[in-house]
């Protein structure tokens, strides 16, 4: 890597340091520019503006969530087992000592709900391809009979997004030491309402003449704990 690509390296990753611990809105060229030991012109020839280093910041961190949350998780085998990758791998990105603040991702969504522009323009995409990745594993695992194949899988990532945003808040804001415990037990409870419960087995009847055994369910399927952008 050549000095000016290892002095953008420093510059993003020192934006993102501030960006995850006070937001977008407080990350400041002159702020940013005393950590580093660098000049703001010398900030400016790196990025040319401060939005053009607010976009490069958001755009870092969407590329290390894939890398770290989704990724990984797609490689584990498809259905069942990859949500519980995804889910697990988020919760640990939100834990991660990578973003002292916490998620730079999830502020700056809070930080822009209200402020159009090119850099929420990225963030509702970004998020919306989130949205999707969980909606598709989730199809997938409905197609393996992981899931209930009359289960809506944009329902699936509305609450498997809400849940992690409701852990986000607990872990970081309230300090809520079961936080992990209780986001695994609603991802625990939403995995146990959307497969394919069994249906009750008839008692045994076959002494009784003419009577049809109650059929069974041929996907019964276990919720058990889980195992973790």
């Known amino acids: 890597?050549?000095?000016?690509?290892?002095?953008?390296?420093?510059?993003?990753?020192?934006?993102?340091?501030?960006?995850?611990?006070?937001?977008?809105?407080?990350?400041?060229?002159?702020t940013l520019a005393k950590k580093l030991g660098l000049s703001k012109s010398g900030l400016f020839a790196h990025f040319g503006s401060k939005d053009a280093l607010l976009m490069a910041v958001t755009e870092a961190a969407s590329q290390r969530f894939v890398a770290v949350v989704i990724r990984p998780a797609f490689q584990e085998p498809a259905?069942?087992?990859?949500?519980?990758?995804?889910?697990?791998?988020?919760?640990?990105?939100?834990?991660?000592?990578?973003?002292?603040?916490?998620?730079?991702?999830?502020?700056?969504t809070l930080e822009l709900d209200d402020r159009p522009g090119p850099l929420r323009d990225y963030l509702l995409s970004q998020q919306r391809k989130w949205l999707g990745t969980i909606g598709q594993a989730a199809e997938i695992a409905i197609d393996?009979?992981?899931?209930?194949?009359?289960?809506?899988?944009?329902?699936?990532?509305?609450?498997?997004?809400?849940?992690?945003?409701?852990?986000?808040?607990?872990?970081?804001?309230?300090?809520?030491?079961?936080?992990?415990?209780?986001?695994?037990?609603?991802f625990q409870s939403l995995l146990a309402k959307s497969s394919n419960a069994a249906k009750p087995q008839a008692p045994d009847q076959s002494n009784i003449p003419c009577e049809k055994e109650t059929e069974r369910d041929d996907h019964r399927n276990a919720c058990g704990p889980a195992p973790q952008q």
């Not at 000016?4 to 407080?26: F, M, N, V, W, Y």
């Not at 519980?84 to 973003?99: C, M, Q, T």
């Not at 992690?164 to 607990?170: E, I, L, T």
């Open 79 to 108: 259905g069942r087992p990859r949500l519980e990758r995804l889910f697990e791998n988020w919760l640990d990105w939100s834990e991660s000592r990578e973003f002292p603040g916490g998620c730079p991702i999830m502020a700056a």
């Open 144 to 186: 393996m009979g992981h899931l209930a194949d009359s289960f809506d899988s944009e329902q699936f990532a509305f609450e498997f997004n809400a849940i992690g945003f409701g852990y986000h808040f607990s872990n970081r804001f309230l300090r809520e030491p079961h936080a992990r415990h209780q986001a695994r037990t609603a």
């Open 1 to 30: 890597m050549i000095k000016g690509e290892q002095t953008k390296a420093a510059i993003l990753e020192a934006a993102t340091d501030i960006a995850s611990k006070e937001g977008l809105g407080g990350l400041s060229i002159g």
